[in-house]
């Protein structure tokens, strides 16, 4: 979040396409491995197949090479699919642009497999590779698209559902990542991981723009929508690696039944919702329409559980729009200028701003139990409640804390804010932000409907599952005390809400709100 930003808070065309038989015969023509080969395993009979469900790759072998070696610079390879997310057996497009003569795809998905933490279900042959044309600028929103020439179509028929990585390595050595997720159709019974994709669209700066900044780094010029038809910066999957996949490997690593979905794809057919133990957002998804957000309170009322592993959650209100020749692969964020959005006096509840601005305020609160509420922040994550359920095991007492756990964004309950009733803070962490002195806050509530409710109130939590470990890169200094904390407290969560109504089974919030902000310091 930008500075601007902070003090209003609250505080295409051109593409190849050729139908299946026809792409199969070119490149049998080329002497080529086709994007629609078989994959490394045989494909299951029928999309129906339960073995393209996520509880039967637990203990497969994994495949501990699915890491980006050698980066280099941003024109050696590059690439992005036509969609965020498939169904198995469904196709899509890459779109590849590479100074090398020829590359290869490889497509992990992500997991527990014994600790290495992916598997690779497929794999190209080699691949002629091109340049493709520079960034394409719409001027009105300074949107940035690629606007490239298909470079194949990948079949996924037999892959399992799950998050997917797939990886470009060009045979100049460089590598990308390009994420893509497989996801359920139903999540009845199972618990839902929700993937961000709007919310890693709006930090691409691919192309010099993004929804905080243009070129020069300006506020002021940051793009207005961002088109999911460009490639991701940096190593092509930043915001997953350290914001979701931990959590992905330790909810497989438990076993629980899992589905997998996108806040895109919530946005619309929340199907996968319908009878769902719980849903599950990560660590980073600040980014959400305001159909994501009615159908997930929709689930929680009728007694799905919903766990919010992040900080910042459900802050901005989003628009999806066509974009190219596709639908809804557009995501528009006025923000402060929100006035200047065409729907501001039409459709005034689709504006695009924060949820808790006008001209429809309606803050996160009332969904996640906290409140958005600094950036940045280094602090330890003071435990309150220590004989609450979540933190069974872990052995701590009242007081005790976790160095630099919350950050670099955090939440805190915010009396006069809308909250769920009974609503209990477990942990309340005395902070710094911006030379002010406040708290970050976790939370639990329940509804009538029996789900639970749980909110970290840092967006560091995912991060701390790899505290202390070579994945840990981004650890802020967490330790692995810290890791060990984090993860049976996310092992008590997970296994309790994939249970059903967590009121049903765990003991009831017990209301703290007014003991614990009583005096106004704190």
Known sequence: MDPEERDTAGHGTGRLWLPRRRFLGACAGLGLATATAAACDPAPGHRGDRSLRPESERDRPGTPDWRIRSRGPATAVAGYADRVSVTPGQE??????TTASSFRVSAYRIGWYGGAQARLVWSSGRIPGRVQ??????????????????????????????????????????QRHIPLIVRSARGAGRTVLMHAPATWQAYNRWGGYSLYSGPSGAYATRSLAVSFDRPYDSDGAEKFLVYERAAVVLAERLGIPLAYTTGTDVHHDPEVLRGASAVLSLGHDEYWTPQQRQHITRARDTGTNVAFLGANTCFRRVRLERGGTRPESTVVCYKTSV??????????????????????????????????????????YVVLDADHWVYEGTGVRPGDGFDHLVGVEYDRVTPGAPVPEPLEITAHSPLVCNGRRSHGDSAYYTVPSGAGVFATGTMRWVEGLMAGTPDGGHDHGMDGRTRVFVTRTTENLLRAFAEGPAARRRPAPRPNVREVYKHPAR
């Open 339 to 380: 006035r200047d959005d065409p729907w501001y006096s039409a459709r005034p509840s689709l504006a695009t701003t924060d949820f808790r601005q006008e001209p429809a305020p309606d803050p996160e609160s009332s969904l996640t139990g906290v409140l958005y509420e600094g950036y940045p922040t280094d602090a330890p």
């Open 133 to 174: 044309p520079g960034p394409r600028l719409l001027p009105g929103t300074r949107t940035v698209r690629a606007d490239w020439r298909r470079t194949l179509t990948v079949d996924t028929g037999g892959w399992p559902e799950g998050a997917y990585l797939l990886r470009l390595d060009a045979d100049n050595g460089r």
């Open 92 to 97: 899509c497009g890459l779109y590849v642009s």
